[in-house]
């Protein structure tokens, strides 16, 4: 059975630093791997989609990799914001016709 | 806005009584996933569809749980005889695939309702 785990559970970093959440599942055979963003009490927010066959994915600050044979992905967040601040979540889709299975998620504050 | 929208935002309701909230996807999506997530961890596969036909769903749906998408549009979930531990909020999300499946699935998630069983 595919589990996600998301470590730190929560970070607090001053504004304008570099950061890295990180994600690791426990089956290297997946399909692909996604980045969400969720605000308190609201929705999910897909930020990066890497399909099994890529290594990264970059949009804007933001870029996510993979290493499947080590079963890890990192987040790296570019320059912080105060706006960054959220709850990142990491899904693993273990096959085309599965569902997403996620972690706990990342807390990230921002502090200006 | 051409979004996930879910309906009701909030609900709170007694114990034993029944909930039904409503699911609208993206137009031209043809999948279309349940997940519940309670505070502090993340959200719980619950059940999917592929048009209408629903094609699987997770051991944690007991028999109070029952989730329809008639013709394959909107989908409905409803609990029966609530209980305080269904207190969670309860998320939305489709997404468009090719026959088969494919590994650019993205999917886009709603607001969520939030259910309050007291």
């Known amino acids: 059975k595919q589990e996600v785990t998301q470590i730190p559970a929560a970070l607090s970093v001053p504004e304008g630093e570099n950061l890295v959440l990180n994600c690791s599942f426990t089956?290297?055979?997946?399909?692909?791997l996604q980045w969400f963003r969720q605000d308190p009490g609201k929705g999910l927010t897909s930020l990066l989609l890497?399909?099994?066959?890529?290594r990264e994915q970059t949009s804007g600050r933001l870029n996510a990799s993979l290493d499947k044979s080590s079963g890890r992905s990192t987040l790296y967040i570019a320059a912080s914001q105060p706006g960054d601040s959220a709850t990142y979540l990491c899904?693993?889709?273990?096959?085309?016709?599965?569902?997403?299975?996620f972690g706990k998620g990342t807390r990230l504050s921002v502090i200006a | 806005d051409t979004g996930v929208s879910q309906d009701p935002r909030h609900k709170i309701t007694k114990r034993g009584q029944n909930v039904t909230f409503r699911c609208d996807p993206i137009?031209?999506?043809?999948?279309l996933y349940w997940y519940r997530q309670t505070l502090g961890q993340g959200p719980e596969f619950l059940t999917y569809?592929?048009?209408?036909?629903?094609?699987?769903k997770s051991r944690l749906l007991s028999d109070r749980f029952s989730a329809e998408r008639p013709k394959g549009s909107f989908s409905t979930l409803e609990i029966q005889r609530t209980e305080q531990g269904d207190s969670a909020m309860y998320l939305c999300?489709?997404?468009?695939?090719?026959?088969?499946?494919?590994?650019?699935?993205?999917?886009?998630f709603g607001s969520g309702t939030q259910l309050s069983v007291l």
């Open positions: 999300a489709s997404s468009l695939v090719n026959f088969g499946g494919s590994t650019l699935e993205k999917l886009f």
């Open positions: 089956d290297s055979a997946i399909y692909n």
């Open positions: 890497i399909q099994s066959s890529q």
């Open positions: 899904a693993v889709r273990p096959s085309g016709n599965t569902p997403l299975v």
């Open positions: 137009s031209e999506h043809n999948r």
């Open positions: 569809f592929q048009n209408e036909a629903q094609l699987e």
